[in-house]
């Protein structure tokens, strides 16, 4: 379980083209070290309730190792107790990734941070300078080999339909994300929130956002190379949250979205399984709980699968030792 704590836009040198961090996150209340301890205390009583243990406290939304050292401290020794106490395993961070060197890696480590999420974006230069994120690739590939070389866990953010942006540049950017051996990633389509560039560029016309079929269609591209190069896809998609949906204006917004990616992904692993048996009949093995993903929403899926005279051919089996997003085929 992650108890994150945002510290919107605290650190960041300058606002991103699509960024605003203050609606994405809905956080609103300053951040001190009583609130951090607040915080986490809370989490933690819920976390009782429901028996969950490896708790990590992250601190989310704004550039954390770009803060000068003694906030990073503050905050850092705020969430220490819950350490000690083993309350808390460790700690977590998003950051920029030109904000990050080995003594900085160190520093980290030493106030009990294990994993520090870096926000990427891209691996195309002239994406990064569109979004005017201020640092390119070359940072990213930088900071992932000081954090890998610290020993601390390394996530990569991504998104997905930035200015600029495409198939093949997408491509490129998963290929080189590959290369950097991150623990896990995240996917995240591209919104537009009120009070970003964004928001602006989409107003004058000169931005148009993703619809969200092709949002799934590239997120399930993107996930389904990333974990078959051995990378965990932690997130796909934005979480629901009032403060999001009341300040989105445009964009592959969907509640389920995460979900549609994984249906999209089933159907295409089904065809292709069908593609390959030798038989009319095939049984296909599906842990109970992607039961509805691989349905589809409002059974998407299966009404696509019975278009291509696919559906009949097929018996389901529910097996809970099924690996999870995966289906699997035994010949009937
Ligand atoms: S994307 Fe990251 S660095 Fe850019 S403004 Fe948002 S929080 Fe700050």
């Given at each position: 379980m992650i108890i994150p704590i945002f510290i919107p836009h605290e650190g960041c040198p300058h606002r991103c083209l699509f960024c605003n961090q203050h609606r994405i996150s809905g956080w609103s209340k300053p951040v001190t070290p009583e609130t951090v301890q607040a915080e986490i205390a809370a989490w933690l009583g819920r976390r009782c309730a429901s028996g969950r243990s490896e708790t990590q406290a992250a601190f989310y939304g704004g550039s954390f190792t770009a803060l000068p050292r003694a906030r990073q401290k503050e905050l850092l020794l705020a969430a220490r107790p819950f350490l000690e106490s083993g309350q808390l395993r460790s700690l977590r961070l998003s950051t920029r990734p030109?904000?990050?060197?080995a003594e900085q890696a160190d520093f980290l480590k030493a106030h009990g941070v294990a994993t520090v999420e870096l926000g990427a974006q891209s691996m195309n230069d002239a994406v990064l300078t569109a979004a005017g994120r201020?640092?390119?690739a070359a940072a990213t590939e930088q900071a992932a080999a000081v954090l890998r070389q610290a020993g601390l866990e390394t996530g990569i953010q991504l998104l997905i339909?930035?200015?600029?942006?495409?198939r093949a540049s997408l491509r490129r950017t998963v290929g080189r994300v590959i290369t950097l051996r991150p623990d896990f990633v995240r996917l995240y389509p591209l919104l537009v929130v009120k009070n970003s560039g964004l928001a602006d560029l989409h107003a004058q016309g000169r931005y148009t956002p993703l619809s969200v079929a092709k949002a799934v269609l590239l997120t399930a591209f993107m996930k389904e190379r990333f974990e078959q190069a051995g990378i965990r896809v932690i997130r796909t998609g934005l979480q629901a949250g009032e403060e999001l949906e009341s300040s989105l204006l445009a964009g592959p917004w969907h509640p389920a979205f995460g979900e549609l990616v994984s249906s999209r992904l089933l159907l295409r692993q089904t065809r292709r399984l069908l593609a390959q048996a030798k038989s009319e009949t095939v049984r296909l093995r599906v842990n109970p709980r992607d039961q509805s993903a691989f349905r589809g929403l409002k059974s998407a899926n299966i009404d696509r699968l019975r278009q291509l005279g696919l559906w009949r051919r097929i018996i389901l089996v529910n097996d809970p030792e099924q690996k999870r997003g995966n289906v699997r085929l035994l010949q009937a």
């Open positions: 030109d904000c990050m060197d201020g640092h390119d339909g930035l200015p600029g942006d495409s």
